[in-house]
């Protein structure tokens, strides 16, 4: 037997290509070999950067007597579930339902028919904690195949019809209206953790798409309560450890509810909805903290997870060597007493030491501390130096702070990295387009948008096929085996849109309208629903479907925002209604789990705001035209698009935001419209300022 993954372009895949387990990538070849075998399937599903998968894959794929058990008795499937998402979604659902949880390795035993019938996550090489080990769990599934079949049989498709009633319709739906969203906002004001920041306990994710709601919220209402939410959150995870004290960007979770310890690995979509957060904060507020960390964010990005083919990789690895040839979760960032002096020397060892919360019992492993910012008060995360500008630091303590960061991040360079995942998925470079195109516009940084550009020239050229339809990775400027999802669709349409707000540059309204019309041909029913592969895609047991956004926005959510801003962009009353239908689902989940429907919350409030089109006209050299589209980019209405053009160029002509729109007296001018009613054209940017307040 071969294990056959050394072919595939999944860094996932790629690493478990030379386990002795007799691997299969996903494929009807797979399960036609388990059906010519009479045995079953063992389903693994994990990612890159997954510190649990690498444990297993070390405690059992790597041991050679666990891999003849399962050479002799299964077939074995590896999956990438960033590379197939649909996958990951059926079989993810299935462990939910069955378990009462789910996370990643995921575990699942399958008939030849790709039923499921029995389920798990990690699995230990030996009995622990109540958990039986890997082995005892592959003995059973063996033995109930080989002495139950019948059984095993009628437990795979009581779970498959169980699925399959699970799809989702409803009749006339209608996008939430104030009360729905008001309501959302009551509940999360209920979860609030008003102590330490975010929703719930430990463990305690970034809300990204919670606070784009929040904010929204705030724009269209001035609800105070809802601009507090955002901002206490937004401080409390940029002053802890899930942040990157030294080289910015944010871990995937905090392990417990303060903040404090992370988990390492940091994702591109975190990082990429984060820093739009960030920079829409600093949009609303000023505050000079989100502005640092939404541009640190965002350099990190281009730095770490930049391709050479211009795209950004998804994932730095949660382990790395600790130096000793042991590999183990965290080394990269975090550091002792003695390690601060050893870079910094005595005096500066210990202030950094205070400033950054790094004690001598730490806060992590073996006496190890994350870095993380003191309170302001000078408690528990915070340097107290009490000088108070809008981090805490007057001119000197800035200056010191820079040069002991400086300091640091050189001396952690020199440690060994974190291993990168290096594929392109295009549905989170689509986000990372979007943050980097508005915040390069927001903080004049031509660079950002650039950055932006290049991506999306390679979601375009590589990704993207003649007949509009997407394949959902890259990897080295190869692109993958797989079909893009509807996440990639509606992702990739937000970043270009975004990109067309800031650029300009008809070409990326012209692709998102090409990538929408895909989403209503063969994503949407009818009825307004939307499914998460297209109406073509491979058939598994169930059409995946999910409305909920999780760690990004659910593709359904993430469509009904795209279309939403098309549709302004446009005029188009079809493209507006099947976003209105989308949102139907918003209106069912706002009031009771609005954490879990973030995303499709802020798209219901840029409905309830607009359609509001700002059509900026002037020649791109003149300043006045310049200022005019700076402002427009700033407003904080939640349905406001912006479109730029000179007037009488192909590029106008092309956009029915800005055909018709003359420059006023020679100079250039704005156009406000909201909710089909044009203001006065206006030249004056604070004039254009008042007219795009909520």
């Known amino acids: 037997m071969a294990n056959r993954l050394a072919d595939e372009t999944s860094p996932y895949l790629l690493q478990h290509a030379e386990n002795p387990v007799d691997w299969w990538p996903w494929s009807e070849a797979a399960f036609e070999e388990a059906r010519r075998r009479?045995?079953?399937?063992?389903?693994?599903?994990?990612?890159?950067?997954?510190?649990?998968?690498?444990?297993?894959?070390?405690?059992?794929?790597?041991?050679?007597?666990?891999?003849?058990?399962?050479?002799?008795?299964?077939?074995?499937?590896?999956?990438?579930?960033?590379?197939?998402?649909?996958v990951d979604s059926v079989y993810m659902e299935a462990v939910q339902a069955a378990t009462g949880q789910g996370g990643w390795p995921m575990t699942v035993f399958l008939t030849p028919s790709a039923e499921p019938f029995y389920f798990?996550?990690?699995?230990?090489?030996?009995?622990?904690?109540?958990?039986?080990?890997?082995?005892?769990?592959?003995?059973?599934?063996?033995?109930?195949?080989?002495?139950?079949?019948?059984?095993?049989?009628?437990?795979?498709?009581?779970?498959?019809?169980?699925?399959?009633?699970?799809?989702?319709?409803?009749?006339q739906p209608q996008p939430p209206g104030p009360e729905e969203l008001a309501g959302a906002l009551l509940e999360l004001t209920r979860e609030f953790d008003a102590e330490r920041g975010g929703f719930g306990g430990?463990?305690?994710?970034?809300?990204?798409?919670?606070?784009?709601?929040?904010?929204?919220?705030?724009?269209?209402?001035?609800?105070?309560?809802?601009?507090?939410?955002?901002?206490?959150?937004?401080?409390?995870?940029a002053r802890g450890g899930i942040y990157d004290q030294l080289g910015g960007g944010f871990a995937?979770?905090?392990?417990?509810?303060?903040?404090?310890?992370p988990h390492f690995e940091k994702m591109l979509y975190d990082n990429a909805l984060l820093c739009r957060v960030y920079a829409h904060a600093w949009r609303s507020t000023g505050s000079a903290p989100a502005r640092r960390v939404a541009l640190e964010t965002a350099d990190f990005m281009v730095r770490e997870l930049g391709t050479a083919q211009g795209g950004f990789a998804s994932a730095l690895d949660a382990d790395s060597d600790d130096g000793q040839g042991r590999h183990r979760e965290g080394a990269y960032?975090?550091?002792?007493?003695?390690?601060?002096?050893?870079?910094?020397?005595?005096?500066d060892g210990r202030w950094a030491a205070g400033h950054f919360g790094v004690t001598e019992d730490g806060t992590f492993e073996e006496g190890a501390s994350v870095l993380r910012l003191r309170d302001r008060a000078?408690?528990?995360?915070?340097?107290?130096?009490?000088?108070?500008?809008?981090?805490?630091?007057?001119?000197?303590?800035a200056a010191r702070l820079a040069s002991v960061r400086e300091r640091l991040l050189r001396a952690r360079e020199q440690r060994p990295r974190p291993e990168r995942d290096d594929k392109v998925v295009a549905a989170w470079n689509g986000l990372a387009v979007a943050a980097l195109a508005e915040t390069g516009a927001y903080f004049d940084r031509p660079d950002l948008v650039e950055a932006a550009s290049a991506a999306a020239r390679l979601l375009t050229e590589l990704h993207m096929r003649g007949d509009g339809r997407l394949v959902r990775t890259s990897r080295d400027g190869t692109a993958g085996p797989s079909a893009g999802v509807l996440e990639d669709y509606a992702d990739v349409a937000e970043g270009l849109l975004s990109l067309y707000s800031v650029t300009g540059e008809t070409s990326w309204l012209d692709t998102a309208g090409v990538l929408l019309e895909t989403v209503l041909r063969h994503f949407t029913d009818p009825d307004g629903t939307l499914y998460d592969t297209a109406d073509d895609a491979e058939a598994l047991i169930r059409r995946p479907q999910d409305p909920t956004d999780s760690s990004t926005p659910s593709g359904w959510t993430a469509a009904a925002h795209a279309l939403l801003s098309y549709a302004a962009y446009t005029g188009s009353s079809r493209h507006r209604e099947a976003?209105?239908?989308?949102?139907?689902?918003v209106r069912a989940l706002a009031p009771r789990a609005p954490r879990f429907i973030g995303w499709g919350l802020a798209a219901a409030e840029a409905a309830l705001d607009g359609p509001r089109e700002v059509a900026v006209v002037g020649p791109h050299t003149d300043p006045g035209t310049g200022t005019l589209h700076r402002t427009a980019l700033l407003a904080t209405a939640p349905g406001a698009v912006v479109a730029l053009g000179e007037p009488g160029s192909p590029a106008a002509l092309d956009v029915p935001l800005l055909r018709d729109r003359p420059l006023l007296d020679g100079r250039p001018a704005a156009y406000v419209c909201r909710d089909f009613t044009c203001d006065a054209p206006t030249g004056d940017p604070e004039v254009l300022e008042r007219a795009l307040r909520s």
């Not at 699970?166 to 009749?171: G, L, V």
């Open 38 to 86: 009479g045995v079953p399937v063992l389903l693994s599903v994990g990612y890159a950067s997954c510190h649990w998968c690498h444990v297993m894959a070390h405690e059992s794929f790597e041991d050679q007597a666990t891999a003849d058990y399962l050479n002799e008795r299964f077939v074995s499937v590896k999956v990438d579930r960033e590379e197939r998402p649909d």
């Open 120 to 171: 798990g996550t990690y699995f230990p090489p030996g009995p622990r904690h109540g958990m039986p080990s890997f082995r005892q769990v592959l003995e059973g599934v063996a033995t109930a195949w080989s002495d139950r079949r019948e059984e095993v049989a009628d437990v795979a498709g009581r779970i498959v019809r169980d699925l399959a009633a699970r799809s989702i319709r409803y009749e």
């Open 202 to 237: 430990a463990p305690k994710f970034p809300p990204s798409m919670a606070l784009e709601f929040l904010l929204r919220h705030h724009a269209r209402t001035g609800s105070d309560g809802a601009l507090e939410m955002a901002q206490a959150t937004c401080e409390a995870m």
């Open 252 to 261: 995937r979770y905090s392990v417990d509810a303060g903040w404090v310890v």
């Open 333 to 347: 960032y975090v550091w002792t007493p003695g390690q601060l002096t050893e870079v910094l020397g005595e005096e």
């Open 378 to 397: 000078g408690g528990d995360g915070e340097s107290g130096d009490g000088d108070g500008d809008g981090d805490g630091f007057g001119e000197d303590g």
């Open 579 to 585: 976003a209105e239908r989308a949102l139907g689902i």
